[in-house]
């Protein structure tokens, strides 16, 4: 079925005239009505809207650009001036902002189909959301950006956005065994992006396919396409324990001991890397500017709304408002003089491995796990890639975080196609 | 009259019972009415809902918060949830965004009256606004914080939020004469402010009076109000002419000799700064990042409303997509190194004079006038402050810019206060 086709091939495809917008979307769209029942993955979805999105491609005189006709799933707190836009909230059921989210426009002016929009926890933040895991809907997809990764790994879209403050692109990715690609911090325009904690928030992207990574950034950053670039051969990686190893789980020590050998023996020069001290306090600093800045964030729906809040997120804002200002600028300098380090660190390697979620997707609906270990790199601002390499002991997805130099983008993303390759042969 | 009171002042009144916040904002409001005909500073303003929000305050039991019963006026790219955001755009007439911006929301929670909406150059960009200069209405209020500064300028509102992404919250309030002040890059929440370029936007204050700043920023930062913290002395102050020094008008340079000599005298320490020549790149980096920032920003109005913006807009729309991400990628490298390098250059003193517009308001409705001065400290993310200390040749305001270290905004606001206390004695 179409649907099974990653961006890049559906793209191509297209483009050769060997399938139709119409019959992609279609494909699509019956998987969602064969399998949203049980996943619950899209808050939003309207077939005809997305039909005459897809007619109105296959019609057009030339293609409207490199996404031509290949739909795309949109995390439901990025505004759209066709679809609601709820965060996830009943005190936004029913949202019309009015206008599209840069990042939307952008890739429809590229000729992408928006397909629906997909399930978010509650502004973004740490509620349960009704979502299961495609692969177990027993466990939870991960969040907040839940409903783009069950999507995407439940072959119901081929790429969508998911947004991430502390782990919210990458623990879905892991957790339903998919690509998540978080930039560079302040990388994609953030205009039409509900905002969680403004110095942390990160626009990404969640694929099946590597390729589909660079073709939806040139998109979103108005550059070239370049998926052929000159080959990696002997990339140097740091192998990084962090300071959290002790909650990692038998699964991803093992992912990463794997990922440590293959990569070796495939001609990448392996190092240890043991983080400076300071790199300790980045869990509890991400977590003080986090909700200070979360709390001022959602002030209107604090002050106005309070009693449609749930419980987490009220405690979670109540949280924020108690922290002094002169605890939330000695975090935000932690973080500042972390960044200012791994970037010198950054001259030995060239990308670091290190764990993505404790392992597999808990069991459980009411949690949406732990972001822990991808937190404490979000707030280091560096690009980073969940890529989804192993199993574990229940047969889920178990993935690696592979981390990037700041600004390094590129570089990184030909370091991940040649990781994933290796651990992953096509 | 009570509408001449400053921010600060109209809070203290109003807490010892001197005064009513509904006789505080119908004086306001008397003074729109017998101006606003000439200034136009105003986008939207209903005077029962400002009266409305008064006399709750007044018949409150108890105060809402350090900011009772103060009337202040909200950028219109500001998002409010009982008055329209227009954007200073067709766009956008009549937008109800149905939710406040959260600096609003913070006001509103310290209990600050919003009396309106006041005007915005089209989404805070170049296009000439409808407004005046109220010192002199042939002349430009400068822009893109036009409304602000001609409504505080005017007496029509003790203070008001403007936003900067080259010279719109100091231009304005040097053209008007008044105080205008940006805090450090990311400090006050921007979620509900309109972007023009995410990398540059920052969200301040125009009052007229140094007071203000504190007791407002207090509200927005979360942290107690201090008025009169410990005095400055002699502080290390360096008097930079800049790179753009040959396009500086004699009234500037007058008021920066003026200062030189007469804050050295009060015990100050002047040392010469020379900036480093990669300095110079500022103004064209500047220029690079907010428009390829503001046409993604832009993109979904420049995809479906084209004919709706200015052809200032679409000019710049046209030339921020018309730059390849490597030259945006470069233009970003020269602000975080020149950021750096200001960051040690600060270790010789505590603040910098610098020319804050070239000269008086120019007397062309058809400009908002020059942001070269401005618009490059904006890029280096540093607190500035333009402070009014001078009149030109044609009896208009003049200022000097104030910049202080990254971060150290509270350093700043005293030195600030110190400043204009020498310049313009009480």
Same mark, same amino acid.
């Given at each position: 079925?179409?649907?099974?086709?990653?961006?890049?091939?559906?793209?191509?495809?297209?483009?050769?005239?060997?399938?139709?917008?119409?019959?992609?979307?279609?494909?699509?769209?019956?998987?969602?009505? *064969?399998?949203?029942? &049980?996943?619950?993955?899209? +808050?939003?979805?309207?077939?005809?809207? !997305?039909? =005459?999105?897809? %007619?109105?491609?296959?019609?057009?005189?030339?293609?409207?650009?490199?996404?031509?006709?290949?739909?795309?799933?949109?995390?439901?707190?990025?505004?759209?001036?066709?679809?609601?836009?709820?965060?996830?909230?009943?005190?936004?059921?029913?949202?019309?902002?009015?206008?599209?989210?840069?990042?939307?426009?952008?890739?429809?002016?590229?000729?992408?189909?928006?397909?629906?929009?997909?399930?978010?926890?509650?502004?973004?933040?740490?509620?349960?959301?009704?979502?299961?895991?495609?692969?177990?809907?027993?466990?939870?997809?991960?969040?907040?950006?839940?409903?783009?990764? *069950?999507?995407?790994? &439940?072959?119901?879209?081929? +790429?969508?956005?998911?947004?991430?403050? !502390?782990? =919210?692109?990458? %623990?879905?990715?892991?957790?339903?065994?998919?690509?998540?690609?978080?930039?560079?911090?302040?990388?994609?325009?953030?205009?039409?992006?509900?905002?969680?904690?403004?110095?942390?928030?990160?626009?990404?992207?969640?694929?099946?396919?590597?390729?589909?990574?660079?073709?939806?950034?040139?998109?979103?950053?108005?550059?070239?396409?370049?998926?052929?670039?000159?080959?990696?051969?002997?990339?140097?990686?740091?192998?990084?324990?962090?300071?959290?190893?002790?909650?990692?789980?038998?699964?991803?020590?093992?992912?990463?001991?794997?990922?440590?050998?293959?990569?070796?023996? *495939?001609?990448?020069?392996?190092?240890?890397?043991?983080?400076?001290?300071?790199?300790?306090?980045?869990? =509890?600093?991400?977590?003080?500017?986090?909700?200070?800045?979360?709390?001022?964030?959602?002030?209107?729906?604090?002050?106005?709304?309070?009693?449609?809040?749930?419980?987490?997120?009220?405690?979670?804002?109540?949280?924020?408002?108690?922290?002094?200002?002169?605890?939330?600028?000695?975090?935000?300098?932690?973080?500042?003089?972390?960044?200012?380090?791994?970037?010198?660190?950054?001259?030995?390697?060239?990308?670091?491995?290190?764990?993505?979620?404790?392992?597999?997707?808990?069991?459980?609906?009411?949690?949406?796990?732990?972001?822990?270990?991808?937190?404490?790199?979000?707030?280091?601002?560096?690009?980073?890639?969940?890529?989804?390499?192993?199993?574990?002991?229940?047969?889920?997805?178990?993935?690696?975080?592979?981390?990037?130099?700041?600004?390094?983008?590129?570089?990184?993303?030909?370091?991940?196609?040649?990781?994933?390759?290796?651990?992953?042969?096509?």
């Amino acid at each position: 079925m179409l649907n099974e086709l990653s961006f890049a091939e559906a793209v191509a495809k297209i483009e050769r005239g060997d399938i139709t917008s119409e019959r992609l979307v279609r494909d699509c769209l019956d998987r969602i009505e *064969a399998r949203e029942d &049980d996943v619950r993955a899209w +808050a939003f979805i309207d077939p005809e809207l !997305a039909l =005459s999105q897809a %007619r109105a491609c296959d019609s057009a005189d030339e293609r409207k650009g490199p996404l031509h006709g290949v739909p795309f799933g949109v995390k439901d707190i990025i505004a759209t001036y066709d679809m609601p836009t709820g965060m996830g909230s009943p005190i936004y059921e029913g949202n019309m902002p009015g206008y599209d989210a840069a990042c939307v426009a952008l890739l429809r002016a590229a000729g992408a189909v928006i397909l629906g929009k997909t399930v978010t926890v509650e502004f973004a933040g740490m509620a349960p959301p009704p979502t299961g895991n495609p692969h177990n809907l027993e466990c939870t997809p991960g969040g907040s950006s839940s409903g783009s990764g *069950a999507a995407v790994a &439940d072959f119901m879209v081929p +790429a969508a956005f998911g947004t991430q403050t !502390a782990g =919210s692109i990458h %623990r879905p990715a892991a957790h339903c065994g998919i690509i998540g690609f978080k930039p560079t911090f302040d990388s994609y325009s953030l205009h039409g992006v509900w905002p969680a904690a403004q110095s942390l928030d990160t626009l990404g992207l969640l694929t099946r396919a590597m390729d589909d990574i660079e073709l939806l950034s040139a998109a979103l950053l108005g550059r070239p396409v370049q998926l052929n670039r000159s080959g990696v051969s002997s990339p140097r990686i740091a192998i990084c324990k962090t300071h959290q190893w002790d909650i990692v789980k038998p699964e991803t020590e093992e992912a990463i001991a794997i990922a440590r050998d293959t990569l070796n023996k *495939a001609g990448a020069e392996i190092i240890e890397l043991t983080l400076p001290k300071s790199f300790e306090e980045l869990v =509890s600093a991400r977590d003080i500017i986090s909700s200070y800045e979360r709390a001022r964030a959602t002030s209107h729906e604090w002050f106005n709304h309070r009693d449609q809040l749930s419980p987490q997120l009220q405690r979670g804002i109540a949280k924020g408002f108690g922290w002094q200002y002169e605890q939330y600028t000695a975090a935000m300098k932690i973080g500042a003089d972390c960044r200012r380090k791994l970037d010198i660190l950054f001259e030995d390697f060239d990308a670091i491995i290190a764990p993505c979620t404790a392992g597999e997707a808990p069991p459980d609906r009411n949690s949406t796990g732990d972001h822990t270990h991808i937190g404490m790199w979000n707030l280091l601002h560096v690009p980073s890639y969940a890529l989804p390499t192993h199993k574990g002991p229940n047969n889920m997805p178990v993935a690696i975080q592979l981390i990037g130099r700041h600004g390094a983008d590129d570089a990184l993303f030909d370091f991940a196609k040649w990781v994933l390759n290796q651990l992953v042969p096509a």
